[in-house]
C-alpha cells in the first residue's frame, strides 16, 4: 500500500474512532418506584402497561394509603414519584422538603357512593337502609389516614349520619381494605370510590348510591415527583405521560374525572 493511502487510511479510520467515541450514546432505559393510593391501583396499572409499551422505561407499582405513604417518605423511603388520594398531604410534603417544586398537578378528581356487596336480609335502596339505620356495620377508610375516609365522613356529617353511625362504624386502613371488608360480609355497607365500579352500569342496582357530589368536597387527587426520584428519568417520563391525553384518557375509563 503506497504511504499516501495508508495515511488517508489511517486518519479516516482515526475519524471513525473520534466520531464514535464522541457521539452520545442512546440514554439507558431507568426504573421508578410509584407510590399509588390504593383507589387508583387497577387504573395505575393500566396506565404502566401502556407507557411501558411506548417508551424506554419502566415502573414498579406499589399501592397503599396516602397517609401511610406519607409517614414512609418523610422517613426516606425510596419511592420516585407520589401519587396521592389528595392535594394536601403532596403539599405537605413540598413544604418539609420531600418534594420537587413546579411538579405537583391533579391527575385524577374522585367520587365516593355508598354500596353493598349484597345481603339477602335486607331489602330497600341502600340509601333508604342507611339513612334508616338498617344495618349492621358500616366500613368506611380512615378518615386519618385516607382522603376517601375522610370525604366519606364529610358526607355523612352533611346528612346528620354521622354521630348515629359511631357505635357500629368501622375503619381501614385504606380503601382496599374497605372492600375487602365488605366481599367478605365483615361490613353490611360501606363508602368507596365510584371508580371500583367502572364500566357497570350500576344506576339500577339497590346494593348502590352515588352520594351526592355536594355533600363532599371532591377529591382531587395530586402527583408529585418526590426529592429521591429528581434524578430519575424513568419518574420524570411517567409524570410526564400522566399528563397526557392518552393516559386523561384511560383514567377517565377507570371512573374518575380529569382536569383540564
Known sequence: MAWTDRIRSLVSAGVLTLGWLFHPAPAAAEQALIAVASNFDAAARALQTRF???????????PGSTG???????????FDVFLSA??????RLEVQGQTISGTQ????????ALWSA???DTAGPIEDRLREGRYRTLAIANPALAPYGAAA???LQALDLWSPAQDRLVTGESIAAVQAMLITGNADLGIVPVSQFA?????????YWAIPQHLYTPIRQDAVLTRHGQDNPAARAWLD?????EAREIISAHGYGVVD
Open 105 to 112: 398537578f391533579t391527575y385524577a378528581v374522585g367520587h365516593i
Open 68 to 78: 401511610r405513604f406519607y409517614a414512609q417518605i418523610l422517613h426516606g423511603a425510596p
Open 86 to 91: 389528595d392535594q394536601l398531604t403532596v403539599h
Open 199 to 207: 364500566g357497570t352500569d350500576m344506576s339500577t342496582d339497590p346494593d
Open 118 to 120: 349484597g345481603d339477602a
Open 52 to 62: 411501558e409499551q411506548t417508551g424506554e422505561h419502566t415502573v414498579l407499582i406499589t
Open 153 to 155: 365522613r364529610q358526607a
Open 241 to 245: 405521560f400522566l399528563a397526557s391525553p
